[in-house]
């Protein structure tokens, strides 16, 4: 036992081979699985700068630090990884949609108040308890919502990839491959071998210029001042481009944290360990926030714990956190390495967009399979209504002439994008249509069953939740 041991487990009984005390293996073991979870973690981090223009290098530092303090607030108990998070590509690229540095900090702006509804939502099940508060997020909503961001994001991917397609498909095989007939840590960081793959072939074929490379330093600092949110605030303040960013962003959000309750679900589960009753959601979601608010203050992308992580987790049986954090140190010491980040900067569209058809479609299934394992039933009107605006304002505003709903309030153009109006369309839709159970007020005795409860389910649908009995 480690630090876990206050920490209730799932009611299954610790596999024999488990190591909750990775201290027993020694320092040099150690630090062979802190590079593993680095790696895993690797290729999905660094694609969401090379995508949106942010800087590499911010990005593996605020990774780094984002999930040290994490782990702080969660009283260092929880084993997980924060990367940068997909699902605010889409509002980056409708605040800086060719990744212009000027208009970068806005959109920073916009993902740092994202990250206070993290702090919002922390109090509320601080207060409520969780129960109560998941109600108003069922998978009716953040299902057609994750599936948006995906297939708004299809259209990006197509473009780099259209470049040079055979490179492409390159790195699409690899990750098919990798993923469905890889052993081991193969099949743990497919996305990383797609990019090396991809990128050596690009080097080979002479479609990747190195000259950044070498004339880059080896030692530098990981951000610049231009970078920050807070070099926007002077004489050429933008505010109408700031509320825009605001609003366009924030929205976000509700996908994103219902994704930190499933992944800490998740691993809870692969640990054996209760973490949404020890050290709580509350304190989970208190660290993701903040370290989402202090990478994007700096230029770097928001934050969100790493199912790659959980899949490691799950392969070495190795469920120590102390891992994760000099895997978070790693993370750390490559940030200060602008040669490094050069190497990323020259990478070909071509790869991008290969790695980009399979992760944006992930991300599009990973909404479906919310909506299958919940059991959404689309028998109900009331849900088809809902999804269907849902996927419709999103999708159709986003590919519209303007690519957004603009609205003017006096001298300030407020323009907001598809998904912040099909997310807002949906979440209200949700409480004002008859046949939700779990609208206040509408079924009183239903949320009296749960009122004290002091845990979730961890696995299975929505419904379970009203069968738990203390």
């Not at 969660?74 to 990884?81: N, S």
């Not at 208190?286 to 230029?299: C, V």
């Not at 190795?318 to 954090?325: A, K, L, S």
Request: hydrophobic share 55%; proline share 6%.
């Amino acid at each position: 036992m480690s630090e876990n041991k206050m920490t209730p487990t799932m009611g299954a009984k610790d596999s024999p081979d488990a190591v909750y005390d990775a201290r027993t293996l020694g320092a040099p073991k150690m630090a062979l699985f802190g590079l593993q979870h680095m790696f895993a973690m690797f290729g999905a981090t660094i694609l969401v700068p090379t995508l949106t223009g942010l800087s590499v290098s911010a990005t593996l530092l605020f990774a780094g630090v984002g999930t040290l303090l994490f782990h702080l607030l969660a009283k260092g108990k929880v084993p997980a990884f924060l990367g940068s998070s997909f699902a605010f590509i889409a509002g980056y690229a409708a605040i800086a949609p060719n990744g212009e540095a000027d208009l970068l900090p806005y959109a920073c702006l916009g993902v740092a108040c994202a990250g206070l509804l993290y702090l919002v939502l922390s109090a509320l099940f601080r207060i409520f308890g969780p129960a109560r508060v998941m109600r108003f997020f069922p998978p009716v909503v953040t299902g057609p919502i994750v599936i948006a961001i995906g297939l708004i994001l299809a259209s990006s991917a197509i473009g780099n990839a259209s470049t040079n397609w055979p490179i492409a498909i390159v790195a699409i095989a690899i990750i098919v491959v990798c993923n469905i007939w890889g052993r081991g840590m193969i099949k743990i960081i497919p996305i990383l071998l797609g990019v090396i793959g991809a990128y050596v072939v690009a080097a080979v074929a002479g479609v990747v210029d190195f000259t950044p490379v070498a004339e880059a330093a080896w030692i530098g600092a990981p951000f610049q001042w231009s970078d920050t949110v807070f070099s926007i605030f002077g004489a050429d303040f933008n505010a109408g481009l700031a509320i825009t960013a605001i609003i366009t962003i924030m929205p976000l959000a509700f996908a994103t944290m219902i994704e930190h309750i499933g992944d800490v679900s998740a691993i809870s589960s692969t640990v054996n360990r209760n973490y949404i009753a020890e050290p709580g959601l509350h304190r989970t979601l208190l660290g993701d926030g903040l370290a989402t608010i202090l990478a994007s203050l700096f230029g770097a992308p928001a934050n969100t714990t790493y199912g790659e992580n959980t899949g490691v987790l799950a392969l070495t049986r190795v469920f120590d956190p102390r891992v994760i954090r000099i895997a978070a140190i790693f993370a750390i010491v490559f940030s200060f390495c602008p040669k490094f980040a050069a190497v990323i900067s020259v990478m070909p569209a071509c790869v991008i967009g290969g790695v980009s058809l399979v992760l944006y479609g992930m991300i599009s299934a990973v909404g479906i399979r919310n909506l299958v394992e919940n059991h959404v039933d689309f028998m109900k009107s009331r849900n088809v209504i809902i999804t269907a605006l849902i996927l419709v304002l999103s999708l159709g505003i986003a590919y519209s002439t303007a690519g957004a709903l603009v609205v003017p309030i006096g001298d300030i153009t407020i323009s907001l994008s598809g998904l912040a109006v099909g997310s807002i369309v949906g979440i209200l839709l949700n409480m004002v249509l008859p046949g939700h159970d779990d609208i206040p007020g509408e079924e009183p005795q239903a949320l009296s069953e749960y009122d004290e409860l002091d845990h979730l389910p961890l696995e299975g649908s929505y419904e379970a939740l009203a069968n738990v009995k203390r």
